[in-house]
Structure formats: C-alpha cells, structure tokens
C-alpha cells in the first residue's frame, strides 16, 4: 500500500502586509518628510545657474570720435562695427542699440608714427548679464597727427570777369596775411590760400568779406583746416579800360653801400601800381619810379617808405602814393692769409722751456670782408698745450684762436714737434 506524503510546510511562517497600516502608521512624520523634499528641489530650480548662449546684435554700433590728447588730431573715418554679445536669452532680448557705446583704444596709439596705424576698437554694454565676445573688425584704421599752424598771404582770385569795358585794379587784402592751422600733413600741402570774389554787374568798386580757402599744388581745395581770422576784405577797384594800365615800381638807388658789402636784393611793395591818364600819354608809360634812395655807407639792410613819382604830366595813381622799400644788405666773403703765425707753448711748467719745430705755420681764414681786414697778427695765434708735460720731444697738434666773425679755412701744418728741456742754471 502506497504512503502519501504529508504536504509541504513552509520552514517560516507567511507575513501578511498591512498597506492601509504602513501608510498612516507615523504620517505627520512622513508628510513633513515629503514636503521639505519637494522645497528643497523648488529651490534647486531656482538657484540653477541659467544657460547663457552666444548671438550677434541685429545692428551695427558706430564708433565714436575719442578725444585725443592736446596739440593733436585725428584722422580718418570712424566707421561702425559689428557685435557678438554673451548672456541669457532674457538679457539678451533686452539690449537696445543705446547700451552699446564703441570706441577706439588710444592707449596703443603711437603718436610719434606719421603714416596710419590701426587702433583697437573697445565695445561696452551698459545691459546686467551681457558681455561682449567679439568686434568686428576689431580694428580701425586712422592717422595721428600733431597740429602745427604757419602764417600764409592770402591772394585774391576773380571768380568771373569785371563788367565789360572795365579791368580789375591792383587788389588788396586786409589782413594780408593769415594764420592756417590743422594737421602736420595738410599744412605742409598748402601752396596757396585764395580769397575768391564775384563782380557784379555794376561798374563799381568791389569790397567784400570772404573766408580765404587754401589750396594744393593741384588747385585742390585742402579740408580740415582753420584760418584766423576767419574772414579777409578784399578790395578791388574797377577800372576803365581806356584809361589806364598797370606797370611796375622800380626803385631809385643812388649811392654805394660801405666798402666790402653788396646789395643782396631790393623789393618793393607794390611791386605795380595802376596809372590813369589820358589814353595817348598813359599808353607810353612803362614804369613807375620811387623817389631817390641814397644807400651811401650802408652796412646792414634798410626798409624805406618813399613816394611815388608821376611818370607824365597829367597821369595819376589810382591807389597806391607811396611804396615799401627794403635793401638787403649782406657782407662780401673773402679770405686772408697769415703766412707766418710763431706757435706758443701754453701751460708749461715753470722750471722749462718750450722748442718748436717748425717755429711757425701759415693760415688762411675766411669769412666777411669787414672782419677779415679788421684781424690784427697779435689777434691771431697758434697755441700748444703742454700740461703734464716734461723734459722730452712730442708731436703735438696746433690750436688756432682767432677773433669772433673769422674762421681757419686753412692751417699748415696742423702738428709741430714740441722739445722741452730743463732751464740752465
């Protein structure tokens, strides 16, 4: 007969779980548990760091003009530059064009340099949480320049034709001459400043006040620069034509200037003048004379006013009575000789005397004629300096002083032997 096994019993007995239990069971604990979790991942959102992203600005930012430091100017086109800007979403959407201010950085600016250089461009944001990363370009090119002036006579220019049946007398300008100021390069282009001017229709005397523009070597007008004063009058008498004409001034010198000078120039001012008169007496003038300079004796240069003489009876000046003058006057150069100057032995000890071979040397000095004959022999000596020096035979080199407006244009020899021997007894 078969034996039925008994069944199985577990070696541990089951553990019922009790869900309802373990969910109440201590809930205000587990509920302050859950909540301060949920805080704290609140506040890990919040405090989390925002993603920052790269974007160009939808806009060009132009560079703005620096201030340079005085006595200097600068050159050249600012431009404007493109931008890429750094920061949250948000902070970007709120960066307007006037929080972007661009400027050059002077600081590598070399102002000794006369050609362009580029300067770095410096860009700020004035929004939180933006930043720049990038310029484009990063650089500008421009010239530096030191700011000189120089003092230019204006000289008038007609901008159409006097009213037919007249001519353009001799113009004047006051002032004369004007101060032009402005970058190194573009005063130096200046070759001439003109005060244009426009007839009118009637046959009147011309006077008008006009800002005198410089011009370069082209004709070309030259931006950038600054005349004082501003504006010049210009006066310009209109003239029949038939009854006058303009010839030049040629001064009247009589005399000899001192012996051993010459007459280096002569000017005049007005170097022409208008003569009115009838038209056959007028058409055999040529020139107009100045009354007699006497330059007798004259040892430096002179400025004379003098009158102006009539060139015919019945003519006349329509502006001008007297002239300016000025004789420059200059010395002649020439050249002396010396043939025999004893040469000296300077610093010498007392207990020796001084030998020389050769004794002597020959000069030749040069310069003015007037000082040159004025030079005595004992003006001229040849000195050797023999400090330190004892008992013995040295080849030394020849000092010359000579009295103040000459010069050695020639010594021979320029070395001597130099003996020195003890003094007998």
């Known amino acids: 007969m078969a034996r039925v096994p008994l069944p199985t019993r577990p070696l541990l007995p089951r553990r019922r779980i009790d869900l309802r239990r373990a969910v109440t069971k201590d809930f205000p604990l587990k509920a302050t ?12 959102l919040v405090n989390a760091a925002p993603t920052e992203v790269a974007r160009e600005f939808g806009g060009r930012v132009p560079v703005e003009r620096p201030e340079v430091p005085a006595g200097y100017v600068l050159q050249g086109q600012m431009g404007d530059v493109g931008v890429t800007l750094r920061g949250t979403e948000a902070a970007l959407s709120n960066v307007v064009a006037s929080d972007l201010h661009a400027t050059l950085d002077l600081g590598t600016a070399d102002l ?49 034709e006097p009213p037919a049946g007249t001519f353009a007398g001799d113009a004047a300008i006051t002032p004369n001459e004007v101060k032009v100021s402005g970058p190194a390069s573009q005063v130096a282009r200046i070759a001439a400043l003109y005060a244009t001017v426009l007839f009118g229709d009637a046959m009147t005397d011309l006077v008008q006040s006009v800002q005198p523009l410089a011009v370069d070597a082209a004709g070309k007008t030259i931006e950038g620069l600054t005349v004082e004063p501003a504006l010049v009058q210009v006066t310009v008498p209109v003239l029949p034509t038939a009854t006058t004409r303009t010839v030049p001034v040629v001064p009247a010198v009589r005399g000899s200037v001192a012996n051993g000078y010459w007459i280096l120039r002569v000017t005049v001012d007005p170097a022409v003048v208008t003569v009115r008169g009838e038209a056959s007496v007028v058409s055999g003038v040529d020139q107009v004379p100045t009354a007699a300079i006497d330059v007798s004796g004259l040892t ?29 006057v200059a010395p002649l150069t020439g050249t002396r000789s010396f043939p025999i100057v004893a040469v000296q032995a300077v610093n010498l000890a007392s207990p020796f005397s001084a030998e020389f071979d050769p004794p002597s040397i020959g000069l030749l000095l040069a310069g003015p004629l007037p000082a040159l004959s004025a030079v005595t022999l004992p003006q001229v000596s040849a000195v050797v300096d023999a400090a330190g020096r004892g008992p013995g035979t040295y080849a030394v080199d020849v000092t010359v002083r000579l009295p103040a407006g000459v010069t050695a244009q020639s010594v021979q020899p320029t070395r001597v032997m130099l003996t020195i021997r003890a003094r007998s007894g």
């Open 33 to 44: 548990a859950v909540l301060v979790a949920i805080i704290f991942w609140i506040v890990s």
């Open 112 to 160: 000794h340099r006369s050609d362009p250089q580029d300067l770095l461009v410096h860009v700020t944001v004035a929004s939180t949480g933006v930043r720049v990363m990038d310029t484009s370009p990063a650089t500008v090119n421009v010239r530096i320049e030191p700011i000189t002036s120089r003092s230019v006579a204006a000289q008038p220019r007609f901008a159409n």
């Open 300 to 328: 430096d240069s002179r400025t004379y006013q003098v009158g102006l003489l009539l060139p015919a009876e019945g003519t006349s000046l329509l502006r001008a009575a007297q002239a300016t003058v000025t004789i420059s």
